[in-house]
């Protein structure tokens, strides 16, 4: 069983970059999906992003963020610039399982992380 550790959020401008760091032990996270998910005060846990073969993001991040991976490290990474109010949240790591369907819905990931809080004062 794969155990996710985030870190990396913290306080920071409208305007300004963070990364998130997400460390896989357990588990090597290239045989895994590897995704990112936010949750804001009374909202849903929503997809940020994800990677595999490839990258997709949700439309409100693409062009600001960027997931990556290193496999020597067996950690993934989500860069995040041009930060903005609405990017508070709690934000997940997260693995799935190959074989399962839905890279952007968070019932289909097995593992989670315990989450990172970022906050975007304007």
């Known amino acids: 069983q794969v155990q996710l550790v985030e870190s990396g959020g913290g306080l920071v401008q409208a305007g300004g970059s963070l990364r998130l760091s997400c460390a896989a032990s357990?588990?090597?996270?290239?045989?895994?999906?590897m995704g990112w998910f936010r949750q804001a005060p009374g909202k849903e846990r929503e997809f940020v992003a994800c990677i595999r073969w490839g990258t997709l993001y949700a439309d409100s991040v693409k062009g600001r963020f960027t997931m990556s991976g290193d496999n020597a490290k067996n950690t993934v990474y989500l860069q995040m610039n041009s930060l903005k109010p609405e990017d508070t949240a709690v934000y997940y790591c997260a693995a799935q399982n190959i074989g399962r369907i839905g890279a952007r819905s968070r019932y289909e990931y097995d593992y989670w992380g315990q989450g990172t809080q970022v906050t975007v004062t304007s």
């Open positions: 357990g588990g090597t996270f290239s045989s895994y999906r």
